[in-house]
């Protein structure tokens, strides 16, 4: 139901976007589309093109459902009961977007590597438990999963904020994601040094051979 009242919105937009039209998503994503189309018979997609560095085009696809606004039009609709207001909403992705520019979880990259290279170094090359090796930095990035900004330090950065439920849990839920990310990211590096470290330590153990 939402996707046809949005396309039926995008249609009164245009049918075929301009140059740089700016996408924002409900996760805080945003895109300079240098194009847009419509695909499905539906409109329950967009095709989008983005510039590359290199001056030639992606191509992305997105659902409809996905999309916040295109330039200055909302396409957003809440059409169940419980859903956000247009009003919450907005403010919603203005917290998401606001933690994914500005949210900076270097911590995380720290950590993550810092558990992943250490437990692969220590238990797998000093001990030799390979599945201790492996699990604790599984056990770590799980915990980590639950980590998200306290709703205290959030509005000390963001006093224009304070009494705004919605731009704190959109804050909180981008900057939980962005958590993750980094401390998977680092989790996984860090664990294919510390893999080629333990390696490079039993390469160079001595083993002595005790004659009668």
Known sequence: MRHIISAIIFLLISAITFSQTKLSLLDG???NAKEYTFFNDNGSSMEIKLEKKNGKLKTKYIDINEIWSVGDSVVYIPTQEGEYSVEDMRDVVIGKQTAKKEFNAWWAYAGGFAVGAGSI?????Y???PLLS???PIAYATGIS???PTKRGIIKRYPEYRDNECFVYGYKNRAN??????TIIST??????GGIV???????????IVRP
């Open 121 to 125: 170094i220590y238990f797998g090359g």
């Open 29 to 31: 994503t945003q895109y």
């Open 188 to 193: 996984l590096g860090g664990m294919v040094v």
């Open 198 to 208: 333990s390696l490079a330590i039993k390469g160079n153990e001595t083993t002595y």
């Open 127 to 129: 001990r030799n438990q």
């Open 146 to 148: 639950f980590t998200r």
């Open 134 to 136: 492996l699990a604790i």
């Open 177 to 182: 994601k962005k958590i993750f990310t980094n």
